[in-house]
């Protein structure tokens, strides 16, 4: 291992914006550990080679966050590659509607275990390497959702998993300073350019003060500046979401 050199780790960065935000982070420099748990093997390969393509070196890690035992054991896996981590962005999701009288508690539990619990125990699981990183202050980058704000009431179990995002933000924030900075970012309607998955109405655009959904670019240039420039921005939530609040 290189100890000069930076380490971001990025859970659910596979694919999707995941990948968008370890492809920015290692165009930056940064060693890139990832995490993932059901990406098809074309999309892992992929994945990789894109960002080994950045001059920089790569370690994907197979975790079921659902699971404390498994996103233990994947971050001393990180720690044992490169030493360290400099940045750690909890990025690992799930979204999908569930009418409010479809909820079961199967389904409820799993979008807490994944949006929310996998983040508390990645975060513990890194931490105290983190604040012992000559190079402090140490970054943790959540990522939360529009929907942490805004009302969907198809969306109940998801917003609830993200509202306690933003919460959770602020108490790292304040338990860990000053050694690691903590934020959150909370995307509007992103369109992923090669996600072939994308469902929106584009008529949906209009509701947006800026008439235009975000892209990948829009999230993982504040993931980097986080990453790489802030040094007195902590606990706070930035919504990437075209002015839609405003509304």
């Known amino acids: 291992m290189d100890l000069n050199r930076k380490t971001a780790l990025v859970t659910g960065g596979g694919r999707r914006l995941g990948k968008h ?4 982070l290692a165009a930056s420099g940064f060693d890139i550990a990832f995490t993932y748990n059901s990406t098809p093997q074309t999309l892992l390969d992929e994945t990789i080679r894109q960002i080994t393509g950045r001059g920089v070196s790569v370690l994907p890690v197979r975790c079921d966050v659902r699971k404390t035992d498994s996103v233990f054991e994947a971050a001393e896996t990180v720690f044992g590659k490169f030493g360290t981590v400099d940045v750690l962005v909890n ?8 009418d ?3 909820i079961t508690e199967e389904i409820f539990d799993e979008f807490v275990q994944v949006n929310l619990k996998s983040i ?12 012992e990183n000559k190079r402090k ?3 943790i980058i959540n990522i939360s959702s529009l929907g942490a704000f805004e009302n969907w009431p198809g969306y109940i179990p998801y917003s609830v998993s993200k509202a306690g995002v933003v919460k959770l933000t602020q108490l790292l924030a ?7 900075l903590v934020n959150s970012i909370a995307p509007g309607t992103i369109i ?3 996600d072939e ?26 993931v980097r500046y986080l990453a790489e420039e802030n040094t007195f921005i902590t606990g706070q939530t930035i919504c990437v979401d075209g002015g839609k609040l405003l509304n």
């Open 192 to 194: 992923i350019e090669d």
């Open 137 to 139: 202050p140490a970054k």
């Open 21 to 24: 935000i370890a492809l920015e």
């Open 197 to 222: 998955n994308a469902n929106v109405d584009p008529d949906d655009e209009r509701k947006y003060p800026l008439k235009r959904f975000g892209n990948s670019k829009d999230v993982t240039s504040l």
């Open 120 to 131: 508390l125990f990645f975060s513990q699981a890194c931490a105290l390497k983190m604040l």
């Open 91 to 98: 990025n690992a999701a799930i979204f999908r509607k569930v």
């Open 174 to 180: 304040k338990k860990l300073a000053p050694g690691i």
């Open 100 to 102: 409010f009288f479809d």
